[in-house]
């Protein structure tokens, strides 16, 4: 009895380190091809014009040692990327972060712009688990676009915006997450 008890764990850990394996393996040979649909799906036209208006494309931050140590300091940065015309002008900056404080459905992921004027250009809402018909009407511009041309040299005041009401969760969570991108641009990029 004993010795049936030792052979079944040996074949299930054995079982085991096979399907981590194959997960391990479909991990690291799917990785790139994801970054890439992402990185594509930032570019959707949409998404430039509503977080840059005038936007052609979000080219990656030249400095990706200062992309890295943003990563490191702040659990919640996801990416810095440049807006750039159609000319190859720098519009301004596109912060992609995470809320730092959950809404009712998670982390609310957002595309924040910041033109090099210090000025919240606009919001793009990248991934959003919100109630639907109530706390995901903060992806609507009813109430994202009341943070265009907010001063993006200080944070955003509880008192600062409207909220949705009986969604205040979610406002806050959306909030939290154009905070970040205001403390990143200030802490980083506000030189």
Not at 46 to 70: C, H, K, N, Q, R
């Amino acid at each position: 009895m004993k010795n049936n008890i030792v052979k079944l764990g040996g074949v299930l850990c054995l079982i085991s380190a096979i399907a981590g394996g194959v997960l391990a393996f479909t991990n690291d040979f799917t990785k790139d091809k994801i970054a890439e649909v992402e990185a594509k799906a930032s570019m959707d036209p949409a998404i430039l014009e509503a977080v840059m208006p005038g936007s052609e494309i979000f080219e990656p931050y030249e400095d990706t040692a200062l992309v890295e140590s943003i990563k490191t300091d702040n659990t919640k940065f996801v990416d810095l990327m440049t807006a750039v015309d159609g000319s190859g002008n720098q519009l301004g900056y596109a912060i992609k972060t995470f809320s730092t404080i959950s809404g009712y459905g998670g982390d609310i992921e957002l595309f924040v712009g910041v033109s090099p004027e210090g000025k919240i250009t606009g919001i793009a809402v990248t991934t959003i688990q919100e109630t639907q018909g109530l706390g995901s009407k903060v992806a609507e511009p009813e109430f994202k676009n009341q943070f265009i041309d907010m001063d993006a040299n200080a944070e955003i005041p509880d008192d600062g915006y409207d909220a949705i009401t009986g969604a205040t969760k979610s406002s806050v969570s959306f909030t939290s997450a154009v905070n970040n991108a205001i403390n990143i641009y200030n802490q980083y990029l506000n030189k």
